[in-house]
């Protein structure tokens, strides 16, 4: 394979096919990235984004399909040829040393070597402050360790680590699924910067608000086929949902009705506090109501859901279930209590991926199908089918394991679990994280629906966007503290900022 015809294109993917055991993940993909742009790419969980990026990290090797680089065929033989040939890629998931110094991350197995064959320290740290100074983070040493940097900072330095290999083209998977606003801006600025010096960047983000304030052209994948090419200036939001899912979307968040009449009090927090967490938080849930908790990352809005679960204890103040004093020292008594928790962290503390699809919608309430001791097979699988029927839970079975199904899919069955001990009050913690489009109005006509049966939701969410849009009232945290309450009519973008910023004093 040799030189091809110029093109304006400084990656050039055309007939894209990868097939895995009863899966085609790609089917005849193409992507065209012009140097020197930011192109987005979406599309739903199982649309094929990831399948792609990996094809072009060279961790997997297509079935068929044509890749050129910078005018030239290329073949990836691994990640390292690609990362060599110019692909460089940032996960989502990190992959740093925590122990290692920033320097020994960024330039890991490429470290300068003396004439002794020992590691140039001063080369290789006046490199990495090079790197460090050309994004702004002059508040980290090239001989920190990483597990002392904020989960922000270390994805930047996973950023720093594929900018080192200077690549022609930088992919970045979901780049601020842990980034607060401020550090969001940063990013975009950072991104801004790549760009002017040439290089291309493949952006992959399920905030569609992302692509409209930092891409030039978006790539739409569904199904594993390649929908459409377009230039973000000249499409909208709708357009886009409309391509990713197939279907036209209307009413996302669903409607707000501004005169709707909530019922009784369910849950009231007066002053409560845990030290180093949260301070003199107070707060009420109605009926029927959906509470959005805003705030920066590290504002306490979790750690307040997990008291009142009964996850974690508390020091001082007072939690009311309907009317009567309650204080949970476990999650047994909070589910007890009719309360349910949708965890931030589905994978790890939510959903036991190696079970079946039928093991975890039973977990939480294991004496509900229990008689004399035995559990009641019957019982189970009514219940899994009937979670599967009523939450839409694409599986190919209610014994398919958890690990098997798209995040979307996962992300369900979590709500199916929570939503099954009938609760009083269902507390949800970024109940879309990691979610695409099409799941995501899903859930919020869940969540609705729930609503309007009476159950109080207390939603937590870094999604600003998800904030306004469901909650009938917001409450924002800063450092612990409630910095305010706005009312639906009152919510924007700019007066949930400047809460989640400004003093709390």
């Not at 390292?80 to 998931?93: F, H, L, T």
């Not at 309007?452 to 600003?464: E, K, N, R, Y």
Request: hydrophobic share 40%; charged share 20%; net charge negative.
């Amino acid at each position: 394979m040799g030189v091809v015809t110029l093109s304006e294109y400084i990656l050039d993917v055309t007939g894209i096919v990868k097939t895995f055991p009863g899966v085609r993940a790609l089917n005849g993909v193409a992507l065209k990235v012009k140097a020197g742009e930011v192109h987005a790419v979406v599309g739903e969980n199982g649309a094929g984004k990831s399948t792609l990026m990996l094809v072009l990290g060279g961790v997997h090797r297509p079935d068929a399909g044509d890749i050129v680089l910078d005018g030239k065929h290329v073949v990836f033989h691994d990640a390292r040829d690609a990362n060599d040939k110019g692909i460089s890629i940032v996960y989502q998931e990190l992959s740093l040393v925590q122990n290692l110094s920033v320097a020994d991350n960024v330039y890991a197995n490429r470290q300068p070597i003396t004439a002794l064959g020992l590691v140039n320290k001063s080369l290789l740290n006046k490199r990495t402050q090079e790197l460090l100074t050309r994004f702004g983070m002059d508040d980290v040493s090239p001989d920190d360790l990483v597990k002392n940097l904020s989960i922000a900072k270390q994805q930047m330095v996973e950023i720093l680590k594929a900018v080192s290999f200077n690549p022609k083209v930088l992919i970045l998977d979901e780049p601020t699924s842990s980034l607060t606003e401020l550090e969001i801006k940063q990013l975009f600025s950072n991104i801004e910067m790549l760009k002017q010096t040439g290089m291309a960047i493949i952006y992959i983000s399920h905030h569609l608000n992302e692509v409209f304030q930092i891409a030039d052209r978006v790539t739409v994948l569904r199904d594993g086929e390649f929908v459409c090419d377009e230039e973000v200036s000249t499409i909208d939001e709708d357009f886009l949902v409309t391509k990713m899912v197939g279907r036209t979307l209307t009413n996302v968040y669903g409607v707000h009705d501004p005169d709707q009449a909530f019922g009784d009090v369910v849950l009231d927090v007066q002053d409560l506090t845990k030290a180093s967490a949260f301070k003199d938080v107070s707060f009420h849930v109605s009926a029927g109501e959906i509470v959005g908790f805003a705030g920066l990352v590290g504002a306490g809005r979790t750690e307040v859901g997990r008291a009142i679960f009964g996850a974690d204890p508390f020091d001082s103040g007072s939690v009311t279930l309907n009317g009567q004093p309650i204080r949970m020292s476990s999650t047994s008594q909070g589910i007890a209590h009719g309360i349910g928790y949708v965890t931030e962290d589905r994978k790890t503390q939510g959903l036991y991926l190696n079970f079946t699809l039928q093991d975890n919608l039973s977990a939480n309430r294991l004496k509900d199908f229990s008689r004399f001791g035995f559990l009641s097979a019957g019982g189970l699988r009514q219940n899994a089918e009937d979670s599967i029927q009523d939450f839409h839970i694409i599986a190919s079975s209610d014994q398919q394991k958890l690990m098997n199904l798209s995040g979307g899919n996962q992300q369900k069955v979590l709500l199916a679990m929570w939503f099954g001990i009938r609760p009083k009050l269902l507390i949800v913690d970024e109940p879309t994280r990691g979610v695409d489009v099409g799941a995501k109005s899903e859930i919020y006509t869940l969540l609705r629906k729930l609503a309007t049966a009476g159950v109080a939701i207390m939603m937590i969410s870094s999604d600003l966007q998800e904030i306004l849009g469901m909650s009938d009232r917001i409450v924002v945290m800063k450092e612990g503290r409630v910095a305010g309450e706005l009312s639906h009519a009152e919510a924007s973008e700019d007066s949930v900022l400047s809460l989640a910023i400004g003093s709390t004093e």
